[in-house]
Structures are given as structure tokens and as C-alpha cells.
């Protein structure tokens, strides 16, 4: 079965610098989910879009925005990097959100120099 | 503030044991409760959830126990193995709300099962 799909997997970025995250959802999912998983820590919600519109916001960062595109793949633009923003970043879609079974996809690791 | 209150932070057993994992929420608006397995390096895979109509669900090896009075909730291993050694999250979401389903994440239990 086609999972949650992220791009890229590994990225090194110095500070001040930006970061695009790239995800795609499961075929014919209409929302995705993104989370912020520091080392040792649970993931944390940032922000969520259905069907091409944002749908919810946790705590993403001003510096930090986000859209999901006609095809439902979704972009994670992050700018002005900070060290802290060294994580992983999930990306996870769900066919119906309100029945709220969220796949996962394998993650992006950035890390901020 | 935790939301989604996990324990015990790790958890070692032996093969063949029965590890219970442990969460408590506050929001009486969660109406879904998923666990997700986390090994290091990979995304959280789906495991089991469960919705507040029910007291018990199993799947496998794994099961879910719910309380709604308690506001408590949680899984079971039976016959663990050493590939069960991995993290595990609860969670709960608001999923019939206008949250639209965001997950809020216990704080996670490592799991070891040793041969």
C-alpha cells in the first residue's frame, strides 16, 4: 500500500538559512498534518490543512509557513533557521479528518548548524 | 502543559511479558485515542485506537483498555517480543470538533523486551 511519501529524508542547514519539506499524502487523502518531534520528545502538532486550505495551526513558528497544493502534496517552508529548529519533521495524512486516523510518513531530519 | 499524561517514561520486560502502558487526559473533548510505535529514525506507525463507545479493543497482541470516568486509557502487550522494543505514544484527538483531527502526543514509553 502507498504510504506518506517526505522529501528529503536527511538536511544540513546553517542558520539564518531557509528549508522547504516537501510531503505527500497518501492517494486520495485530503489532509495532512504537520508535526515537529525534538530528540526524547513527543511530536508536536504545527499546523494542518484540508482539502487545500489550513485548518488548523498549533505551534509553528512566524517564521514558519506552509500550503498544501491542487494535488494535496504539502510544503513546509521554514526560514531565518534557528539551532532549536533542529528536528524531525513529520508529515502525516488522513483520509477523513474528522475520524482522525493519521498515517505517518518517515520524517525529515534537519539539522541547523 | 501535558495534555496527555504517559507513564511509566520506560518500560523493561522480558519476552513473553505483558507490558501495560498508561495515559490520562484532561480534554473531555478527545473522542479518539490512537497508539503509534516509534522506532528510532522512523515515523510513528499506527498501532490500535480507539473511540470512547467502547471499553476494550484488541488487535493482535495489543490491546486497548478505556475508562471514560477516569479519563484513562491504555495498552497492553501480550507475549512481547524483542522486536516490540520501541518507543510508544499515546494520543488523543478532538476529531469530531474543529481541531480537525490534530493529535496531541503522551510523552512517550520506551519500551525493551529482552530475549
Known amino acids: 500500500a502507498a504510504g506518506v511519501i517526505q522529501s528529503p529524508r536527511h538536511l544540513i542547514k546553517e542558520k539564518r538559512e531557509t528549508a522547504t519539506l516537501k510531503c505527500y499524502p497518501i492517494?486520495?487523502?485530503?489532509?495532512v498534518y504537520w508535526y515537529q518531534q525534538g530528540p526524547g520528545q513527543d511530536p508536536q502538532f504545527l499546523i494542518s490543512?484540508?482539502?487545500?486550505?489550513?485548518?488548523d495551526k498549533g505551534s509553528i513558528p512566524d517564521r514558519f509557513s506552509a500550503q498544501q497544493f491542487s494535488d494535496y502534496h504539502s510544503e513546509l517552508n521554514m526560514s531565518s533557521l534557528e539551532l532549536g529548529d533542529s528536528a524531525l519533521y513529520f508529515c502525516?495524512?488522513?483520509?477523513?479528518?474528522?475520524?482522525?486516523?493519521?498515517?505517518f510518513g518517515p520524517g525529515t531530519r534537519l539539522l541547523v548548524l | 502543559q501535558q495534555q496527555v499524561k504517559q507513564s511509566p517514561q520506560s518500560l523493561i520486560v522480558q519476552k513473553g511479558g505483558i507490558p501495560i502502558i498508561n495515559c490520562a487526559y484532561e480534554?473531555?473533548?478527545?473522542?479518539?485515542f490512537p497508539w503509534y510505535q516509534q522506532f528510532p529514525g522512523k515515523g510513528p506507525a499506527l498501532l490500535i485506537a480507539?473511540?470512547?463507545?467502547?471499553s476494550e479493543k484488541k488487535e493482535g497482541r495489543f490491546t486497548i483498555s478505556f475508562n471514560k470516568s477516569a479519563k484513562q486509557f491504555s495498552l497492553h502487550i501480550m507475549d512481547s517480543q524483542p522486536g516490540d522494543s520501541a518507543t510508544y505514544f499515546c494520543?488523543?484527538?478532538?476529531?469530531?470538533?474543529?481541531?480537525?483531527?490534530?493529535?496531541?502526543f503522551g510523552q512517550g514509553t520506551i519500551l525493551t523486551v529482552h530475549p
Open positions: 502525516a495524512s488522513s483520509l477523513d479528518a474528522l475520524r482522525g486516523t493519521q498515517y
Open positions: 492517494p486520495r487523502h485530503d489532509t
Open positions: 490543512f484540508y482539502e487545500k486550505m489550513q485548518s
Open positions: 480534554n473531555t473533548a478527545f473522542d479518539y
Open positions: 480507539i473511540r470512547p463507545d467502547v
Open positions: 494520543a488523543a484527538s478532538d476529531a469530531g470538533g474543529t481541531s480537525y483531527g490534530k493529535l496531541t
